[in-house]
């Protein structure tokens, strides 16, 4: 069958299977970190309370694993486990009271896992390691495949108790079904092996034994991966056939949709900003094509107008959108009434989203303060204050925007012409330009909040006491500190210098990264598209270290490879020389202590800046009520910006 386009609108109601959701945006499941001893935790709900009053349709939860063979990560929801149902009642009673569906993802994450937790042997279709953990797995008999097959049944019909509206079961990134399916990873003989339709027996069976338990009262949905990404993995013919055969079984109520494997490929199932919108919605849209069954696209959507053109081209029955309703709780309710100029945009930055939780902390947002902290509840007002805010940075741009939302008196200074700071500087970047978002946002919301603008302001404690605040919040950001062995060198200049065109390094050109983020790589990739010959050097073992967490990592070496940027890596600056026809650059090795020379045209440096404080000291002296936040407490990451400018604000 086929089906086209049929101008469908996000506030259009769908039904799906015994239940009608209110319109087409939905909270799709990933990972918090929030489960404490396996169970739903307080700041479970509040999460997705909060979700749910912002308006989407469906909420589908975290994974919760249906064996005790399973256990990934730390923070896991045990489903096995009888004792969570009163954690189930308590998280769908809270989602219920806002007209938003929940379900449950169900899920065995089979070899991509860890045996630390459990002291157990994997469980895979094949003695296959995943390329990431390493562990050779245990083959599943038939005796395994039915404990499996009764597990997620029987977790089913406890999410059912639970009060969840059904459940999802998880065939996709990090799951045992995906496994089966994937010529790679499932070399067997039997009866679950072979051709597709025997690879694909054990999801349909598992299919079927949810349905019996859950009946028809209840959704049950399945989420396919249409590309993974591996050699050997599952493609977009194999899951057209096996979304047919899923609607054949009639078991099912809908389909969800991913791309990429949750290790080896995991840069295309959470996509960093350098990634287009829209990457993945061939999946969804080759599988709409070929089956009645209601359809959720995902893929980097983070702007109404996105959301409108998969639904009204066709591609998609749903729109799935995770870290734009984390960056914006309100993110379905803004675009269903039209305030798609209000919402807090998703910039794709992974830093402490996906870049958190794989370091086993709990999920937060860098642009949105309390993403994760829900449960905290909201602050104290305060009386009304007059305050001034010095710098109009993310700090200090969070801090007026949170204290103007509280009813005080707000005027923010900023030297310069436009506010954002050193964001409004790494944007200019290839590839970092959605960083933009995370201040033009805060200024828009500024100004609706009444705050008063004075820009190009030459502050000093003078001009401060004129104004007369009750409270100053210092938001001064850092400067650039030149390291000692660059000397007395004009061929040395910082990364902000490039950004902000007060530096033009041309030929050849070394950049010095001391810090292993986007500082030195992103800067690098701006050289060589201005015809630089770029080299980049770093004590690290690799180039843009911190960069794996966000999962820019991968993009940024097939980039720096096509635009033959070299790397030299586990080396530090021992000193540079200036000569007629360039800078001897001295580059010693870590462990060997060899020193080696590069010559170069201009050497540019990402390395470790200061506060710019001095106000914050002056003002302190002369006993004025000041706040220090951001990079002027100490040079950190946008997040501890934000968190910062909120805070002080919160806390008046």
Same mark, same amino acid.
């Given at each position: 069958?086929?089906?086209?386009?049929?101008?469908?609108?996000?506030?259009?109601?769908?039904?799906?299977?015994?239940?009608?959701?209110?319109?087409?945006?939905?909270?799709?499941?990933?990972?918090?970190?929030?489960?404490?001893?396996?169970?739903?935790?307080?700041?479970?709900?509040?999460?997705?309370?909060?979700?749910?009053?912002?308006?989407?349709?469906?909420?589908?939860?975290?994974?919760?694993?249906?064996?005790?063979?399973?256990?990934?990560?730390?923070?896991?929801?045990?489903?096995?486990?009888?004792?969570?149902?009163?954690?189930?009642?308590?998280?769908?009673?809270?989602?219920?009271?806002?007209?938003?569906?929940?379900?449950?993802?169900?899920?065995?994450?089979?070899?991509?896992?860890?045996?630390?937790?459990?002291?157990?042997?994997?469980?895979?279709?094949?003695?296959?390691?995943?390329?990431?953990?390493?562990?050779?797995?245990?083959?599943?008999?038939?005796?395994?495949?039915?404990?499996?097959?009764?597990?997620?049944?029987?977790?089913?019909?406890?999410?059912?108790?639970?009060?969840?509206?059904?459940?999802?079961?998880?065939?996709?990134?990090?799951?045992?079904?995906?496994?089966?399916?994937?010529?790679?990873?499932?070399?067997?003989?039997?009866?679950?092996?072979?051709?597709?339709?025997?690879?694909?027996?054990?999801?349909?069976?598992?299919?079927?034994?949810?349905?019996?338990?859950?009946?028809?009262?209840?959704?049950?949905?399945?989420?396919?991966?249409?590309?993974?990404?591996?050699?050997?993995?599952?493609?977009?013919?194999?899951?057209?056939?096996?979304?047919?055969?899923?609607?054949?079984?009639?078991?099912?109520?809908?389909?969800?949709?991913?791309?990429?494997?949750?290790?080896?490929?995991?840069?295309?199932?959470?996509?960093?900003?350098?990634?287009?919108?829209?990457?993945?919605?061939?999946?969804?849209?080759?599988?709409?094509?070929?089956?009645?069954?209601?359809?959720?696209?995902?893929?980097?959507?983070?702007?109404?107008?996105?959301?409108?053109?998969?639904?009204?081209?066709?591609?998609?029955?749903?729109?799935?959108?995770?870290?734009?309703?984390?960056?914006?709780?309100?993110?379905?309710?803004?675009?269903?009434?039209?305030?798609?100029?209000?919402?807090?945009?998703?910039?794709?930055?992974?830093?402490?989203?996906?870049?958190?939780?794989?370091?086993?902390?709990?999920?937060?947002?860098?642009?949105?303060?309390?993403?994760?902290?829900?449960?905290?509840?909201?602050?104290?007002?305060?009386?009304?204050?007059?305050?001034?805010?010095?710098?109009?940075?993310?700090?200090?741009?969070?801090?007026?925007?949170?204290?103007?939302?509280?009813?005080?008196?707000?005027?923010?200074?900023?030297?310069?012409?436009?506010?954002?700071?050193?964001?409004?500087?790494?944007?200019?970047?290839?590839?970092?330009?959605?960083?933009?978002?995370?201040?033009?946002?805060?200024?828009?919301?500024?100004?609706?909040?009444?705050?008063?603008?004075?820009?190009?302001?030459?502050?000093?404690?003078?001009?401060?006491?004129? &104004?007369?605040? /009750?409270? =100053?919040? #210092? %938001?001064?950001?850092?400067? !650039?500190?030149?390291?000692? $062995?660059?000397?007395? *060198?004009?061929?040395?200049?910082?990364?902000?210098?490039?950004?902000?065109?007060?530096?033009?390094?041309?030929?050849?050109?070394?950049?010095?990264?001391?810090?292993?983020?986007?500082?030195?790589?992103?800067?690098?990739?701006?050289?060589?598209?201005?015809?630089?010959?770029?080299?980049?050097?770093?004590?690290?073992?690799?180039?843009?270290?911190?960069?794996?967490?966000?999962?820019?990592?991968?993009?940024?070496?097939?980039?720096?490879?096509?635009?033959?940027?070299?790397?030299?890596?586990?080396?530090?600056?021992?000193?540079?020389?200036?000569?007629?026809?360039?800078?001897?650059?001295?580059?010693?090795?870590?462990?060997?202590?060899?020193?080696?020379? &590069?010559?170069? /045209?201009? =050497?540019? #440096? %990402?390395?470790?800046?200061? !506060?710019?404080?001095?106000? $914050?000291?002056?003002? *302190?002296?002369?006993?004025?009520?000041?706040?220090?936040?951001?990079?002027?407490?100490?040079?950190?990451?946008?997040?501890?910006?934000?968190?910062?400018?909120?805070?002080?604000?919160?806390?008046?």
């Amino acid at each position: 069958m086929t089906r086209t386009g049929t101008g469908t609108v996000p506030h259009a109601t769908l039904r799906i299977g015994p239940v009608t959701l209110r319109n087409r945006i939905v909270f799709p499941a990933h990972l918090t970190n929030f489960s404490v001893d396996g169970s739903v935790t307080d700041r479970h709900i509040a999460y997705y309370e909060a979700r749910a009053r912002g308006g989407a349709a469906m909420i589908v939860t975290e994974e919760h694993t249906v064996h005790p063979s399973d256990r990934p990560y730390e923070k896991l929801i045990r489903g096995w486990d009888p004792d969570v149902v009163t954690g189930y009642r308590r998280l769908t009673d809270a989602v219920h009271r806002h007209g938003t569906r929940i379900l449950a993802q169900l899920n065995h994450n089979g070899a991509q896992g860890t045996s630390m937790y459990t002291g157990w042997p994997l469980w895979a279709p094949s003695p296959e390691p995943d390329p990431l953990f390493r562990e050779v797995p245990r083959v599943v008999g038939e005796s395994e495949i039915a404990e499996l097959v009764a597990g997620y049944a029987d977790v089913a019909r406890r999410c059912a108790d639970g009060g969840f509206d059904g459940v999802e079961i998880q065939c996709s990134q990090a799951s045992i079904l995906r496994a089966f399916l994937a010529r790679a990873t499932n070399r067997r003989t039997d009866h679950y092996g072979g051709d597709l339709a025997g690879r694909a027996r054990l999801l349909l069976e598992v299919v079927a034994a949810v349905r019996r338990v859950l009946g028809g009262d209840r959704v049950v949905g399945v989420r396919l991966t249409g590309h993974d990404g591996t050699d050997g993995g599952v493609g977009i013919d194999d899951a057209v056939q096996v979304a047919r055969m899923l609607e054949a079984s009639g078991d099912v109520d809908y389909l969800n949709t991913s791309v990429g494997v949750a290790t080896e490929t995991l840069h295309l199932v959470e996509a960093p900003m350098s990634t287009p919108h829209g990457y993945s919605l061939f999946v969804p849209d080759a599988i709409r094509a070929a089956v009645s069954l209601p359809v959720v696209g995902v893929g980097r959507f983070t702007r109404p107008e996105q959301v409108g053109a998969a639904l009204s081209d066709g591609v998609c029955d749903l729109v799935g959108a995770v870290r734009a309703q984390i960056a914006d709780p309100d993110f379905a309710n803004r675009v269903l009434s039209g305030r798609g100029d209000e919402i807090r945009p998703c910039i794709g930055c992974n830093q402490e989203c996906i870049g958190r939780v794989g370091l086993n902390r709990p999920i937060s947002c860098a642009v949105n303060p309390h993403a994760g902290h829900e449960s905290d509840g909201p602050a104290a007002i305060a009386a009304p204050q007059r305050v001034v805010v010095v710098g109009g940075g993310p700090a200090g741009l969070q801090a007026a925007a949170t204290a103007a939302t509280h009813g005080h008196s707000v005027v923010l200074l900023e030297r310069n012409r436009h506010t954002g700071g050193q964001i409004r500087e790494a944007a200019v970047a290839p590839h970092r330009a959605e960083l933009l978002g995370a201040v033009t946002h805060l200024d828009a919301e500024c100004h609706r909040r009444g705050v008063e603008f004075r820009m190009g302001a030459a502050v000093d404690v003078r001009m401060l006491r004129a &104004l007369a605040p /009750d409270v =100053v919040i #210092v %938001a001064t950001g850092a400067r !650039p500190r030149r390291p000692a $062995w660059a000397g007395s *060198s004009a061929r040395v200049s910082d990364v902000r210098d490039v950004l902000t065109g007060r530096a033009t390094p041309s030929g050849r050109v070394l950049v010095a990264d001391d810090l292993g983020f986007h500082q030195a790589t992103s800067v690098a990739e701006l050289l060589a598209d201005r015809g630089c010959a770029v080299t980049v050097c770093t004590p690290g073992m690799v180039v843009g270290q911190d960069l794996g967490p966000t999962l820019e990592l991968d993009g940024w070496l097939r980039r720096a490879h096509d635009k033959r940027i070299g790397r030299v890596t586990g080396v530090a600056v021992g000193g540079v020389v200036d000569l007629p026809d360039g800078t001897e650059v001295a580059l010693v090795h870590h462990a060997t202590g060899e020193r080696t020379t &590069l010559t170069v /045209d201009a =050497v540019v #440096v %990402a390395a470790h800046q200061e !506060p710019v404080d001095e106000l $914050w000291h002056e003002l *302190s002296e002369c006993g004025t009520r000041v706040i220090r936040v951001g990079d002027a407490v100490t040079p950190r990451r946008l997040h501890a910006a934000v968190l910062e400018g909120d805070r002080a604000a919160r806390e008046l």
